[in-house]
């Protein structure tokens, strides 16, 4: 697809990190597979029983920043769930041509370059030591530094306090539709979503958002 992003016009450049620039596959395996076959064995419950019980849990807590913190889930759940994703850190990769892009973005002094998440900052750290993604950023930003996840209006309030960007002057790249849809409230104009932030899943249907296909289609 053409991006449609009129590259002059663009300072600030946010990107997201799980399904953006690394394979979602690593968070999708670990939440709906792996850790509920854990917990299920340490509760005596069989897989597809624990798994029925935690996505339930999961719904309730979907696009809060509960949903994206370690603590809260290590608390529910009662064991260490960062210790249990190491367990499965072979799983964390780029996404196809997502390093070669952000190399290109670090050699262009042109843009302000931040990471905008909601992974916890422990599990930031686990994802930069594994893959040295940080070294492409000016600075990373997580939901749960500012308080509030990206889905909530205030994320981007004390966002736009923190790194001072223009509206019109900014890109965001985001997997996720609901925080596309509160960026695009707030007032930021060129969003683009991902195809295939998994995989080792199907397209997502990205609705009303312009969908990358591949990192190598951004003309900048
Ligand atoms: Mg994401």
Redesign the pocket.
Known sequence: MKDNINWNSIKTILL?????LLD?HFDNYFWQQYLPEHWGRLNNMNAVHAKAQLKDWYSKEAGTLSWYCLDFWTERLKFDVLELKADVEHLIKYRPHAKSFLEKLSINSAYSVIMV??AHEELIKMKVDKTGIDVFFDKIISSHSIGHAKEEQAFWKKLQIEIPFALDETLLI???LT?LRAARKFGIKNLLSISK?DSQNDKQDTEEFNALDSFEDLIF
């Open positions: 997201d990190m799980d399904g953006t979602l998440t909601n985001d997997d996720n925080v932030p």
